[in-house]
C-alpha cells in the first residue's frame, strides 16, 4: 500500500512539473528578425554585451556595435535597461543577435511618443528658420517648432528686428535663435511621416491649458485687444494676445483687397485686433484688423455722389474697362465704353461719378461724361 502511495506522489509530482515547465513556456518571449526589444544587460566584456530579453536564450550584442571609440557603448552596465534590434532570432550558439544602432532611431520615436503621451517637458536645441518656423534637434531627431507656438518674449527681445517680407529676409533676422535650448512639448506626431511638431508655449506655466481657459473666459466677442505678430502665412496671420492664439484671416486684414499678409505685417510686429469669435474646439480666437478703421463703404454715397468729379490710381485692368482706387478700399469701375483711349495702371486720372450703390459695394466712373 504505501509503495503504491510513494508511486502516486511521484505521479503527482512529474505532472505538477509538466505543468509549471508549460506555464514558463508560455511567458517566453519568441522574436524575429526586425523586432525591438527591451532588456536587461546580464553581463558586459570587451567583445561583448549579454542580454536579458525574457526568451529562452539572452541576446548578444558585438562586433562593431562595441566600437573602442564609441562613449555611449563604454557606458554600459550589468542591471542596465537597452533598446534593441533583433538582427537574428538564433547564431550558432544559440544567442538572439541584436543591435543597438539598428535600434537607435526607433528608441529616440518611442522616447518622443512618450513624451507626448505624459506630457512631459524636454529639450530641443534650435538649429535654423524653415517655412514658417524652426528646425531643432529634438532628443536626436528632427523636430519643427512653428513661429506661432514660440513664447511671444523671443519677439519682444531676440527678433525684434525681423523683416517685413521674403523668407530669406526672415531666415536671416531668426538667425539669433540659432543654437538656443528651448523647453518645449510634443503636439504632434507621426513616424510614418517623418512629423514632429513642438511647441514652446504648451511647455510653460503661462501658455497652460488651464491660464488659457482663464485668459478666454475674460475675452468677448467685440473687444479689442493688443498682441504680437507670430507667424505669417498665405492665408492670414497668427496674433499672440498674451498666451491665447488668435487668427486675423487674410480677408480681415484690410478694406482692400490683399494679395499677401506680408505686404502688410512682419512676425514680431504689435498689433491691434477686434474679436470676431472664439473656437470652442480649438480655443482659437477669430479677429480683425479692419474692423478696427471705418469701411469706406458705408460713406460712399455721401463722399462720393452721382456727378462728383474725383480724382484716384488706375489700380487693375480688365477686358470690360479699368478699376480706379480713390481710397484704400474703394475702387470705382470705369467702363471700357466710358475711356478716352487706353488706360494703364498706376496711370493717375480724373473722372465724374455715374453710379454709387452702397449696399452692393458698386462705383461707376466715367472719363468721358467729365469731359462733356
Same mark, same amino acid.
Given at each position: ?19 509549471l515547465m508549460g506555464d514558463a513556456s508560455l511567458k517566453l518571449k519568441e522574436f524575429k528578425p526586425g523586432d525591438l526589444v527591451e532588456g536587461t544587460v546580464v553581463s558586459v566584456t570587451k567583445g561583448e554585451v549579454l542580454i ?57 520615436? *518611442? ?71 528651448? *523647453? ?9 511621416? %517623418? ?43 497668427? $496674433? ?22 506680408? %505686404? ?18 480649438? *480655443? ?10 471705418? %469701411? ?6 455721401? *463722399? ?48 465724374? $461719378? ?19
Amino acid at each position: 500500500m504505501a509503495k503504491v502511495s510513494k508511486a502516486s506522489k511521484i505521479k503527482r509530482e512529474s505532472a505538477v512539473m509538466d505543468r509549471l515547465m508549460g506555464d514558463a513556456s508560455l511567458k517566453l518571449k519568441e522574436f524575429k528578425p526586425g523586432d525591438l526589444v527591451e532588456g536587461t544587460v546580464v553581463s558586459v566584456t570587451k567583445g561583448e554585451v549579454l542580454i536579458d530579453v525574457g526568451a529562452k536564450s539572452e541576446g548578444i550584442i558585438s562586433g562593431t556595435e562595441l566600437s573602442d571609440g564609441d562613449d555611449e557603448k563604454k557606458a554600459i552596465l550589468p542591471g542596465q535597461r537597452l533598446f534593441a534590434k533583433v538582427l537574428q532570432a538564433e547564431n550558432d550558439q544559440g544567442y538572439i543577435v541584436l543591435s543597438i544602432k539598428k535600434a537607435e532611431k526607433e528608441r529616440k520615436w *518611442k522616447d518622443a511618443e512618450d513624451a507626448y503621451k505624459d506630457g512631459t517637458v524636454i529639450e530641443a536645441k534650435i538649429l535654423e528658420y524653415n517655412k514658417g518656423g524652426l528646425l531643432c534637434d529634438c532628443g536626436g531627431l528632427r523636430g519643427f517648432i512653428p513661429l506661432s507656438h514660440l513664447d511671444r518674449v523671443h519677439f519682444a527681445n531676440d527678433v525684434a528686428k525681423f523683416a517685413a517680407g521674403s523668407e530669406a529676409e526672415l531666415k536671416e533676422s531668426l538667425k539669433v535663435l540659432s543654437g538656443k535650448v528651448l *523647453k518645449v512639448k510634443v503636439i504632434e506626431l507621426d513616424q510614418e511621416k %517623418n512629423r514632429f511638431v513642438l511647441s514652446e508655449k504648451d511647455a510653460l506655466v503661462g501658455y497652460s491649458a488651464d491660464v488659457r481657459e482663464e485668459k478666454l473666459a475674460d475675452i468677448k466677442i467685440g473687444d479689442t485687444l493688443e498682441g504680437i505678430v507670430t507667424g505669417i502665412m498665405p492665408f492670414g496671420v497668427f $496674433v499672440d494676445l498674451d498666451g491665447v492664439e488668435g487668427l486675423v484671416h487674410i480677408s480681415e486684414i484690410a478694406w482692400e483687397k490683399v494679395n499677401h499678409p506680408s %505686404n502688410y505685417f512682419s512676425v514680431g510686429q504689435t498689433v491691434k485686433v477686434m474679436v470676431l469669435g472664439i473656437d470652442d474646439a480649438t *480655443k482659437k480666437l477669430a479677429l480683425s484688423v479692419k474692423r478696427l478703421v471705418p %469701411n469706406p463703404w458705408e460713406t460712399v454715397e455721401q *463722399k462720393y455722389p452721382v456727378g462728383a468729379k474725383v480724382s484716384g490710381k488706375v489700380s487693375k485692368i480688365v477686358p470690360f474697362g479699368a478699376f480706379v482706387t480713390l481710397e484704400k478700399g474703394l475702387d470705382g469701375l470705369i467702363h471700357i465704353s466710358e475711356t478716352e483711349g487706353p488706360l494703364e495702371e498706376g496711370q493717375e486720372i480724373s473722372a465724374v $461719378v455715374t453710379q454709387v450703390d452702397a449696399a452692393n459695394q458698386k462705383l461707376a466712373l466715367s472719363v468721358k461724361q467729365l469731359e462733356k
